[in-house]
């Protein structure tokens, strides 16, 4: 509970990323940043360079072909990092599960931190979310 | 003297405070709240985001030149930082001397540089596009910036900021010079890359511009320089045109309250601009601020020249 743990909850930088998802849940995941849901309140803010941001926020089933842009944009993220899997076929592979064309789940590829189902999940599914990734950075 | 850390330090923290003022007023304009839960109304947002910054790892990209990659984002702050000495923010400036205004001039035209270096040095092929942007767009802005800045000190008859803020006790040098108040403010949006002419980092077109490849305590320290930077231009146009320390009780009330009420409230008046504007194009801001900008700006000094000829404002 110092200082530092404090400054990394309170300000959780994400980058969005499709890794081949319908669009559904993109157009979700930014819903919560709109003035209705407004995620800036608890300091999240969406950046646009893997650089610069501490969450991964990934939509969609791997597909084969993005597999290794997706490991490539998560070794550019500075670390501490984490990663957020939303919706179904980001935690599962919903309905594209057992495909050949894709991995099935973000967790094949990549170390998931906090998975949110739904299709498409909702955006206060993504602002509860961040609040338990809030309360895990915290220590609580 | 024992007052300059003190000074050094009211900086920071007046930079920070600005960046929320921004991001809450900015939010509030939009229908939002922006960070509430951060400190008392969020107070403590930029300070969370700062020392998470400087917590993180910091990635030097293999293809970024090494030098210029870790020199660029520690001598970007200290160009605002020595601006803001010459301003006299806290009733008088820590170093303040005549020709000051050629300096401040000066810093601000190396702090675009800088960020060119910045861009540059990392090695990234959006860094180099916004690094570009950022020198081009100054040669835009630059010259009209100059000229408008030239009116102030004609009619203070110095080149001292502290002396031209200390002569506007009778009037404010915006009311004679509105047209180079107004020439000032376009052009200080440009110097301070916010929306309407935030083109060296347009994130919707170059990822995040000059910035892409800087990540920890190089990223916190160029987001200090650029809230210090806001300061810097907020403070100058207190100084040049506002009045300075002057204002209604003057006398009970110390002149720096006036002077940071002041800067707050050209800070405001920036992020409401930010607000309201869509991004221009590169080519749309060189072209205006040569067609535009600059005939205006020389209007202004033709129209001051004018003024002292018909004997409206005495010689200085």
Redesign the interface.
């Known amino acids: 509970m110092g200082v530092l743990s404090w400054a990394r909850a309170k300000s959780i930088w994400v980058l969005h990323f499709n890794s081949g998802g319908c669009n559904g849940c993109d157009i979700e995941a930014v819903a919560a940043f709109t003035p209705r849901f407004d995620a800036e309140r608890f300091g999240v803010l969406l950046v646009p360079s893997p650089r610069h941001a501490d969450a991964l926020l990934v939509t969609g089933p791997v597909t084969k072909q993005i597999k290794d842009r997706l490991i490539r944009i998560y070794e550019q993220m500075p670390e501490p990092k984490f990663v957020i899997a939303f919706g179904t076929c980001a935690c599962t592979g919903g309905v594209f599960k057992g495909s050949y064309s894709t991995c099935g789940g973000v967790d094949k590829v990549i170390p998931v931190d906090l998975y949110i189902p739904g299709c498409p999940p909702k955006p206060e599914a993504l602002l509860n979310g961040i609040a338990e990734l809030m309360r895990r950075v915290r220590g609580g | 003297m024992w007052w300059i850390p003190g000074a050094l330090a009211f900086f920071i923290v007046f930079a920070f405070f600005i960046e929320w003022v921004d991001?809450r007023f900015v939010?509030r304009l939009?229908?939002?709240?922006?960070?509430?839960?951060?400190g008392t109304g969020?107070v403590?947002?930029p300070?969370?985001?700062?020392?998470?910054l400087l917590?993180?790892?910091?990635?030097t990209p293999a293809a970024s030149d090494k030098v210029l990659f870790r020199l660029a984002p520690l001598v970007l702050p200290i160009f605002p930082i020595v601006g803001l000495c010459l301003t006299p923010i806290l009733g008088k400036p820590i170093i303040g001397f005549d020709g000051d205004l050629i300096v401040a001039f000066f810093l601000m035209s190396v702090y675009t540089i800088m960020i060119f270096i910045a861009g540059y040095g990392s090695g990234n092929s959006f860094g180099i596009v916004g690094g570009t942007r950022a020198a081009l767009q100054m040669l835009g802005y630059e010259v009209p910036f100059a000229l408008a800045m030239i009116g102030p000190a004609i009619l203070a008859g110095t080149l001292s900021i502290s002396e031209i803020a200390y002569s506007q006790s009778n009037i404010w040098y915006a009311i004679p010079l509105a047209l180079g108040f107004a020439v000032f403010m376009v052009c200080s949006l440009a110097e301070v890359d916010v929306v309407p002419f935030d083109i060296p980092h347009a994130?919707q077109e170059i990822?995040?511009g000059w910035?892409?490849?800087?990540?920890?305590r190089k990223?916190a320290l160029i987001h200090l320089a650029e809230n210090l930077e806001m300061v810097f231009i907020s403070a100058l146009a207190t100084a040049l045109f506002l009045g300075g320390g002057y204002g209604p009780f003057s006398p009970p009330i110390p002149p720096a309250v006036w002077f940071i009420i002041k800067t707050l409230i050209v800070a405001i008046v920036i992020s409401n601009l930010r607000a309201i504007f869509a991004r221009f194009k590169i080519i749309t801001l060189v072209e205006w601020s040569w067609k535009y900008l600059l005939p205006l700006a020389i209007v202004q000094l033709l129209v001051l020249e004018l003024f002292f000829e018909l004997g409206v404002i005495p010689w200085p």
């Open positions: 991001r939010a939009q229908d939002r709240y922006g960070p509430i839960y951060t969020g403590l947002q300070w969370a985001d700062f020392i998470k917590s993180k790892e910091d990635i994130k990822v995040a910035e892409t490849e800087y990540s920890g990223l």
